[in-house]
């Protein structure tokens, strides 16, 4: 985040170990220092006072030596005295609090989703996020299961952010939950509702579920590997369908698609009819709960490249964006 410094609060010494606070986290990498009136700032009794880094980064920062890669630190908070209705405008007490926080992405499963997220970051952010990323707690998953869970979270994390007398410094993705292209889950829209309402960044993944995104090159190692023999016909079996049933396709559980198959609707069946005979016993049984494990065990399998192919409609573009933006 790009951190201004009001003239008033540069020029209380009530606000200046704030001061020296937000500065200190500037120094570590977490944030970008704006400084709009160098002259003030050079002049003012906190710099003269301040500890030898604190001068010296803004030495580098008027001198324009304290670069920031393209891309990050896309808003922009004011610290002042008399902050306004903005939520980028806070007391030097509050901005002090928020700028140590990290953004908390909160999820349905902070093991599977945060395991593709952490994917996502590392292969498709900016140039400059992984030295970015490296600084203590920039952010962090969280989660308690399932999509009613998750509304819950939601709801709590803002209350205590308002108790903290902070804006919340958060942002949400879930599944989709599709069964067929086009279709979102009442769950899914009813969390996109309750983002919109309390202005929290949000993304619902259009595929059916993280599953859905996984490389098919992570899918072929993990069904290649000596222990997925028992998984290896399932593996191949989704590797063969067309992009419309892939992603929407119930991965861990499995569905049944034998013509006894009481529980598909109509445009389910249409979107599956084209599978083979063949394929179907072995999409049955599904891939578990764990498959989102193949993202981890075969790095050497994912990259920005694997990622986008299977992806195609650029919700993982999106999804680092939406993160991001709000370091």
Request: overall charge negative.
């Amino acid at each position: 985040m790009r951190v201004m410094l009001a003239e008033d609060a540069v020029t209380d010494p009530d606000c200046w170990r704030y001061l020296d606070q937000i500065v200190n986290r500037i120094d570590e990498g977490a944030h970008e220092w704006v400084v709009d009136d160098p002259e003030l700032i050079e002049a003012s009794a906190w710099l003269q006072k301040a500890r030898s880094h604190i001068p010296d980064l803004f030495q580098k920062v008027a001198r324009r030596e304290w670069f920031v890669a393209d891309g990050l630190h896309a808003r922009c908070l004011l610290v002042t005295k008399t902050p306004c209705e903005d939520r980028f405008s806070l007391a030097p007490a509050e901005a002090a609090r928020f700028l140590a926080k990290p953004v908390s992405v909160l999820v349905e499963n902070r093991f599977s989703d945060g395991t593709l997220l952490k994917v996502c970051l590392e292969h498709m952010a900016p140039k400059g996020f992984a030295e970015l990323a490296g600084v203590h707690k920039l952010w962090e998953c969280d989660s308690v299961g399932g999509n009613t869970e998750l509304l819950k979270l939601i709801e709590d994390s803002v209350q205590e952010a308002a108790r903290e007398k902070l804006p919340p410094r958060i942002v949400v993705f879930t599944d989709g939950d599709g069964k067929v292209p086009g279709e979102l889950s009442a769950a899914a829209q009813k969390i996109e509702a309750v983002c919109r309402d309390h202005c929290l960044p949000c993304l619902v993944l259009r595929k059916r579920a993280i599953e859905n995104y996984i490389p098919d090159e992570s899918l072929q190692a993990w069904g290649d590997a000596p222990e997925g023999r028992e998984r290896r016909e399932t593996v191949m079996a989704l590797l063969r369908m067309a992009q419309g049933q892939r992603d929407h396709f119930p991965i861990k559980s499995g569905l049944d698609l034998g013509e006894t198959a009481g529980k598909l609707t109509d445009t389910e069946r249409e979107l599956y009819k084209s599978i083979p005979d063949t394929d179907r016993p072995a999409l049955r049984q599904g891939l578990g709960p764990k498959v989102y494990a193949s993202l981890s065990i075969f790095p050497d399998q994912v990259s920005a490249a694997t990622l986008r192919r299977r992806d195609q409609d650029g919700d993982l573009d999106a999804l680092v964006s939406m993160v991001v933006t709000e370091l």
